[in-house]
């Protein structure tokens, strides 16, 4: 799903949408991740990550949702977070937006 | 600095190895014959960086110019267009021919 | 900006992009309660973000037409040259592609989205979708032409696959009709897309 040169496509849809908030945070959370002062993870090991999401994950999201994906996905890989941690954190952020 | 094992101008094909995890060759220049344009410099190697590991030693990374009608069979356009792009040395392997 | 549509009821649509705004938000405040990244850091990484604009790359494009000596220095090392302007561009290497009557550049990543950030800012969502990735190396000639974009038929088009740790930004043609202008002037016609290639600098812009 990512190495895509020549492949048949259809034309270039000159989608011109400005990141969100929401997006623009999460293009920053890479860049400062993979920043050398915080090295929490590569750029080769972003792409390794994104290439191998599977089909169904890739084709359900959008771009920056599988960026979030895999700064999710590699953070879990190295030990800085775990499942369980993030899952409880979004329960928590759902209470409160209920209350 | 690396040693650059090819000079500006040589012809090379680009060699097509199994894919066995992350890399940054495209597939549609496996196999195909190119000239090397120019030396970006050595950069660590990424199908090792993938993995964890530094990447080192570094691998000289050539600006490699294909003509468009050998990468596509059904090129519409002149016979002068070219397409370039960076590959790392040890994709990359001697060849004969114009 | 782009249109924004009315959205009077929540839709599924809303629904999955709560969901993912609220998976960011929980990831970003452990990583914050971490002490990994800070609440200011982030905050700093998206304002420096939102300053990186295709106006730096007009700029660089605009002394480069003005200034042939300069024009070869960023041939030579674009980074360099970047800095000489005050456009900070370290880190990854940046490479200028020169457009002339018979040759045209066009600039695009088939295996992910490596794109001149430091010089043109975040990309556009064209350029990260697969049309263009797919499409771009094999027949740039109809890629172009849905840019509007034509060429003199005797031009030769040379397709850049940006595959590793080289950017790249193209130097476009600089139109017929803009002798005398100044450095403003001139950057003011040099769009975003005449700097990836996909179209031309026109002195009917300004």
């Not at chain 2, 030396?39 to 294909?66: I, K, T, W």
């Not at chain 3, 002339?100 to 350029?127: E, F, M």
């Not at chain 3, 003199?152 to 595959?163: G, H, I, M, N, R």
Request: glycine share 6%; net charge negative.
């Amino acid at each position: 799903m990512h190495d895509l040169g020549g492949l048949p496509a259809g034309p270039v849809e000159k989608d011109e949408h400005d990141p969100s908030l929401a997006e623009r945070r999460v293009d920053a959370l890479m860049s400062l991740l993979m920043s050398p002062g915080v090295a929490a993870f590569n750029v080769d090991e972003m792409r390794r990550t994104i290439e191998s999401l599977p089909r169904e994950v890739y084709e359900r999201h959008d771009y920056y949702e599988r960026w979030l994906l895999t700064i999710e996905s590699l953070l879990v890989e190295k030990g800085l977070l775990t499942r369980a941690e993030i899952e409880a954190r979004i329960a928590a952020l759902e209470a409160d937006a209920h209350d | 600095m690396t040693e650059r094992r090819f000079a500006d101008g040589a012809l090379v094909r680009v060699r097509d190895l199994p894919v066995k995890g992350h890399m940054r060759t495209p597939s549609y220049v496996r196999g195909r014959q190119g000239r090397i344009e120019g030396c970006q410099g050595s950069f660590p190697n990424p199908e090792e960086r993938a993995y964890g590991s530094d990447g080192l030693p570094a691998r000289s990374l050539y600006h490699v110019r294909f003509r468009q009608r050998d990468l596509w069979p059904a090129y519409a356009g002149l016979a002068a267009d070219s397409l370039s792009l960076d590959l790392f040395e040890h994709w990359l392997e001697p060849a004969h021919g114009t | 900006m782009a249109h924004d549509h009315d959205h009077p009821h929540p839709t599924r649509a809303d629904h999955r992009s709560h969901a993912w705004e609220r998976r960011e938000a929980a990831i970003r405040s452990l990583l914050i309660e971490k002490g990994l990244l800070t609440a200011d850091a982030i905050r700093a990484k998206i304002e420096e973000w939102e300053q990186k604009t295709p106006a730096l790359g007009a700029r660089i494009v605009a002394r480069a037409w003005s200034d042939p000596a300069f024009e070869a220095r960023l041939l030579a090392d674009a980074n360099a040259a970047a800095a000489e302007l005050g456009i900070e561009a370290r880190g990854v290497k940046i490479v200028a592609l020169k457009n002339t009557p018979r040759l045209h550049h066009l600039v695009v990543c088939t295996l992910c989205s490596c794109y001149p950030r430091a010089l043109l800012g975040l990309p556009p969502a064209w350029y990260k979708a697969p049309a263009y990735r797919s499409r771009a190396v094999s027949e740039p000639r109809a890629v172009l032409a849905e840019f509007g974009t034509r060429l003199p038929p005797e031009t030769e088009v040379k397709v850049v696959d940006s595959t590793a740790d080289c950017r790249y930004l193209v130097l476009p043609l600089r139109p017929a009709g803009t002798e005398g202008w100044s450095e403003d002037r001139l950057a003011a016609i040099v769009g975003r897309d005449a700097m990836i290639g996909v179209a031309l600098a026109q002195a009917t812009r300004a």
